[in-house]
DNA sequence: ACAGTATGGAGAT
DNA sequence: TCTCCCTACTGTG
């Protein structure tokens, strides 16, 4: 599941969950003990995202980083009654009062400083999500792409090109906007790499909003009449599903009204079947390592 | 019971 | 380009 929308989802529904109020934080796996002990009743001081890397703020300058990699997972739920024992191999558990997050199968989880934060998102990217921080600037990942001959697509996936995009994402804006996933960064036009931002920019707020990646054009529209003339962009990712309310007792937070859609794209995992465009059939390759999906006739374009 | 797969990334070769 | 790590779930025997 995790590209960038799910992480900034994460950070609002943590934020939500868990700010202000001291949290419990335990590691009932046994391989996070350590870290576990330095943020333990500690009062949790905020949760954001930046790419796919997920900060959990902690009083006196503790942060708890979590990248989920590709297998990971971080549950927020409400408690009513007993804590419910952990199932599976929980790394990191967080409780208060009315909730608790459970952290499975991350590939990095560490408590860092406010430096080293600041650090962390200097390594990365400009954040589509992340419009409006000082620095995240397109341009910085337009300077980058020219100055490489890797393909268009691995320089989407590349994290210190742009922060956020995974495979889904990068095969459908590939798709969206036609181009050849196999031109050279340094081939692509400066307004074709711009247009892809702008997509995601508008796109990944949908992603959050909703908890699925949306891509088709169709699947949109529909979510646009579900949010009613709400902004996604502007829409608080605290999101979702079950949440403290205001004065004591749990509300419904999610802005999607529990639309759902089907997983459905134009091209990712859609090997052999027909463009939805064109009709021919979408093709697949391993490509560094990871399995692209694209329409050898649609995209064409650089 | 085991093998294979997955929307990720780091480090060695 | 390979190898490994992380976990849950699916398919096969």
């Known amino acids: 599941m995790p590209e960038g929308h799910t992480l900034h989802r994460l950070a609002g529904a943590l934020h939500h969950a868990f700010v202000g109020?001291?949290?419990?934080?335990?590691?009932?796996?046994?391989?996070f003990v350590e870290g576990a002990a330095l943020l333990n009743g500690r009062v949790v001081e905020g949760a954001d995202a930046f790419g796919k890397h997920l900060f959990v703020h902690f009083a006196g300058e503790q942060v708890l980083n979590v990248h989920l990699g590709l297998i990971g997972s971080f549950d927020v739920l409400p408690h009513i009654g007993a804590l419910p024992a952990p199932v599976g191999a929980v790394r990191v558990r967080m409780v208060n009062?009315?909730?608790?997050?459970?952290?499975?199968?991350?590939t990095l989880v560490q408590v860092i400083s406010p430096e080293q934060v600041e650090a962390t998102i200097a390594r990365l990217g400009p954040d589509p999500l992340r419009v409006g921080t000082p620095g995240n600037d397109p341009e910085r990942s337009l300077a980058r792409?020219?100055?490489?001959?890797?393909?268009?697509?691995?320089?989407?996936?590349?994290?210190?090109?742009?922060?956020?995009?995974?495979?889904?994402?990068?095969?459908?804006?590939?798709?969206?906007?036609?181009?050849?996933?196999?031109?050279?960064?340094?081939?692509?036009?400066?307004?074709?790499?711009?247009?892809?931002?702008?997509?995601?920019?508008?796109?990944?707020?949908?992603?959050?909003?909703f908890g699925q990646i949306l891509t088709l054009d169709s699947q949109l529209e529909v979510a646009?009449?579900?949010?009613?003339g709400r902004d996604p962009a502007a829409y608080d990712p605290s999101w979702g599903g079950i949440m403290p309310g205001e004065s004591g007792g749990f509300v419904r937070g999610d802005a999607a009204r529990g639309v759902r859609?089907?997983?459905?794209?134009?091209?990712?995992?859609?090997?052999?079947?027909?463009?939805?465009?064109?009709?021919?059939?979408?093709?697949?390759?391993?490509?560094?390592?990871?399995?692209?999906?694209?329409?050898?006739?649609?995209?064409?374009?650089?």
């Not at 109020?21 to 391989?31: E, H």
């Not at 001959?149 to 969206?176: H, K, P, W």
Request: overall charge positive.
């Open 145 to 209: 792409l020219a100055r490489t001959s890797r393909t268009v697509a691995e320089c989407l996936m590349d994290q210190s090109i742009i922060a956020g995009v995974g495979n889904v994402y990068r095969a459908e804006v590939l798709f969206r906007h036609r181009i050849d996933p196999f031109v050279p960064g340094n081939k692509v036009k400066k307004k074709s790499w711009l247009a892809m931002w702008d997509d995601l920019v508008a796109l990944l707020p949908y992603g959050v909003a």
């Open 21 to 31: 109020r001291q949290a419990l934080v335990t590691s009932p796996q046994g391989r």
């Open 261 to 302: 859609f089907e997983r459905d794209y134009y091209v990712y995992k859609r090997d052999g079947q027909p463009c939805l465009v064109c009709g021919s059939r979408i093709r697949t390759q391993l490509l560094a390592g990871r399995n692209l999906f694209w329409c050898g006739r649609c995209q064409r374009r650089h």
């Open 97 to 106: 009062e009315q909730m608790y997050a459970d952290l499975r199968g991350a």
């Open 224 to 228: 646009r009449e579900a949010l009613d």
